[in-house]
């Protein structure tokens, strides 16, 4: 059974949980690609040439568990606009979206390219100030201090960045569920989310 969700959305919308709860209920596998781009922004952190990092990928990479810094999410923005990075990338991710036995990716620009095919497609958002609130409070919790100010730059910045890149900019899909999170409690988005799957076609795990 080949079946895909592909979720886009900006940081912190909700995209990861709702993806993990989406991959759980269907029994899907899941594949963050956000960790591909902080994968290689990490490396370029340390010297590397981002083109060379993004062809060279271990897939092990992505298990290291400083990738979800506010300092690598950056480096991932900035490597993510060059096309050669991403061109590098595209394979593995469409491989996986059609793994037999169901495949849930979220990101950036999976319905618009990676796999515009999806049979549910969602874009997931929520307000700057509110997605700023709960990166704040997921950094905290990580020993991170830096401010909710400082946080909802980041944010901005990175939004801005990928949406206005030339190569596969953020948007929302033509055919994809739009889901405002400003105002839902997680339980909403993901109950949302599930019930969008299924009427797409998705069947929930025994
Ligand atoms: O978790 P958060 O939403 O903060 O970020 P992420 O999904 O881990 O993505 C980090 C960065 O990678 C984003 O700001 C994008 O620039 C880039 N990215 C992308 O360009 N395309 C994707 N499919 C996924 C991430």
Do not use: N
């Amino acid at each position: 059974m080949v079946f895909t969700v592909a979720i886009d959305g900006p940081a912190a919308a909700g995209k990861g949980t709702i993806a993990r709860a989406v991959a759980e209920h269907f029994g899907f596998a899941h594949l963050d690609t956000g960790l591909l781009y902080r994968a290689v922004g990490a490396l370029t952190l340390d010297g590397a040439d981002p083109v060379a990092a993004a062809r060279a990928l271990d897939p092990i990479a992505l298990e290291d568990g400083r990738l979800r810094t506010a300092e690598v999410a950056q480096a991932a923005s900035r490597v993510a606009v060059i096309a050669e990075v991403r061109a590098a990338l595209l394979d593995f991710q469409r491989a996986f979206a059609r793994r037999s036995g169901g495949a849930v990716l979220d990101g950036r620009d999976i319905c618009t390219v990676i796999y515009p095919d999806a049979e549910a497609q969602l874009f997931v958002t929520a307000s700057a100030e509110v997605r700023a609130e709960r990166r704040w409070k997921e950094l905290r919790e990580k020993g991170d201090d830096r401010s909710l100010a400082e946080v909802l730059e980041d944010v901005r910045a990175r939004d801005a960045r990928d949406s206005e890149r030339e190569a596969a900019p953020m948007r929302p899909a033509d055919g994809a569920l739009l889901l405002d999170t400003s105002e839902m409690s997680i339980e909403e988005a993901v109950d949302a989310a599930i019930a969008h799957v299924e009427a797409k076609g998705g069947i929930p795990r025994a």
